[in-house]
């Protein structure tokens, strides 16, 4: 009986933790991305607008980074420490959650020669 109730607490605990180790929520993220990142980088992070960098498809944890920079002004950039100075570190795991799950727009590359 008690390695049924050990192994039930195992599982109990992994589940509940889980979040935890997968970083943040996407779908907490798409909600804070819809009131604070959409107009410059759009719904899912891919800008129209070329002075606003695309963040579709961008690796969580550079996105965290980036907006713990911008709290700690290690990047300065008034526009962007305005917004990371409202969003908690659980909201900055959710947001980079949100646009490191969406597709990014590739960029076509023109293929490249060798001269000789």
């Known amino acids: 009986m008690m390695k049924i109730l050990n192994i039930i607490l195992f599982v109990a605990v992994a589940v509940t933790s889980a979040t935890g180790f997968a970083g943040g929520d996407p779908s907490a993220g798409k909600e804070i991305a819809a009131k604070t990142c ?4 759009g719904a899912d992070g891919n800008s129209t607008d070329p002075q606003y960098p695309r963040l579709a498809g961008q690796y969580a944890d550079y996105l965290e980074r980036a907006l713990e920079e911008y709290q700690t002004g290690k990047r300065t950039n008034p526009i962007m420490t305005g917004f990371a ?3 908690s570190e659980h909201d900055i795991k ?11 727009l590739n960029t076509p590359v023109e293929p490249r ?4």
């Open 38 to 41: 959409q107009t410059c980088h």
């Open 85 to 87: 100075a409202g969003l």
């Open 113 to 116: 020669t060798v001269s000789r």
């Open 94 to 104: 959710n947001v980079a959650a949100w646009f490191s799950s969406q597709s990014g």
